[in-house]
């Protein structure tokens, strides 16, 4: 992890840009350090042996609870009672995505990798401004901040973030004025993405019902009956279960995919060095060439081989326009696609499978059975996992029961299907250009709310310089140093004897605020 420039120095080069954006701030406004408006307080390393789903003890928030309202995780060993989170507590992750969150579960326990943000005077910081502000420069940090793997915060970068000082009264005309036009875009956002998860039950269905012979018409056609099940009788698999599969309308019958195709064959992936980006003789397709609604996308990240390697080293894995692709090795598997005519030849790595269809089979009725959650589900019972990765053996996709219907049925169904599927594509990219519209609309109104564009600025509000000078005075005053955190948990608090959530002049925020719009 290498943070190239700190808080201060990214905000200081956004503004010399002249496109500040989120780190903007109004010319009558000050800054301040987080610091010195708020306590940080690091979460502790409790030890994972204590660890629970049963209910035992305290939730213990964790990085993958910020933005939750509870956590899945409890805790049921010592704590010091400075590291209980309660309702209405800033809490933020700093570990991949540096979110910020109000807490809104029940009194839990602040893990490491978590820390707390107590603003110290309402008086003279308003906590919903900050939830509002934090987000931006965090994403600020995070985009420059460099990782092998997962980007790490600092609470001492935390600390120097210069947050933009406004009059507090005028803090909260900009709160009241977000809250008031957010409110709205989120329920409209939120519409948006109740929309978008219906796009792959609805894909799943046309999938399914086309596969197995049900009507795509409406809902209440039956998959036909016992005397068509099945030509698998006088075959045996160790992987599947022949005589489980579902009945079939008259005249479909399961075949084995090895039956019905003229080969099947996986790739292979020559060294390095005869592998060329960008431009060659042969493409050579890989996993990320196919896509999830069943296309080759060679403009992905195109890689070719020379014809002397595709007819010699990777004869094997040479396919052709019409061979449907599917990959064996994930998560996630299932990308089928046929090979476009964009070139006579193509060649294939190791984690892509080939299928050549027989004259009983249309590519296209291949293509689509494939993709099949039915079809696809009884691949995945297959795959062995290592380290995180699913493969399927070569061996099992010659196996794979296919259902087969007469030719004609084929071509009319892998065309209602596509008029189907195209309907969906079409949906799915309006509700990615929504909402990638309410994101900039979003982006928007924050970007006028911290220029001081959103409200108007009023002359009987206390001067910005007057407000950080008081609290700079008040920080003298107090004598305010760094609290030195134990390291090892002393007293035990009881779960049942937690105290209640401290009184505060400033109501928690109703709603988090993250980096990105959730979709």
Known sequence: MALTLSPVELVAAAERSGSPGLLAHHETWERVPLGEIADVLNGFPFKSHAFNHDNDGIPLIRIRDVGRDASQ????GDYESQYLVQAGDMILGMDGEFRVAIWHGPPALLNQRVCKISIRNP???DLRFLLYVLP?????IGAATSSVTVKHLSSRSVQQIPLPLPPLSEQLRIVEALDDHLSRLDAATEAVAGAKRRIKPFVTSVLDRAALGIS???HSGQAGVEGSRRLLSGFSSKRFDYDALPHLPEGWFWRRSSDVCEFISSGSTPKAHLMHPGSGEIPFLKVYNITQDGRVDFTNKPTYIDRETHNDQLKRSRVRPGDVLTNIVGPPLGKTAVVP??????NINQAIVAFRAGPEVQPEWLALVLRSPFVLSMLQKTAKATAGQFNVALSTCRELPLPIPPMDAQIALVAQSAELLEVSDRFAAQVASTSLRAQNLRQAVLRRAFTGNLVSQDSDDEPAAGLLDRIRTEREVQGVKPKRVARRPRKTVAPETLPPPSASSTPP?????QQELPL
Do not use: K
């Not at 995780?73 to 049921?76: G, L």
């Not at 005519?341 to 193509?346: G, L, M, N, S, V």
């Open 73 to 76: 995780t409890y805790y049921s």
């Open 341 to 346: 005519e964009d070139h006579p030849e193509w």
């Open 136 to 140: 931006g420069y965090l994403d600020a």
């Open 216 to 218: 795509l018409a409406n």
């Open 123 to 125: 008086r003279n910081y």
């Open 509 to 513: 925020p109703t709603a988090s605020v």
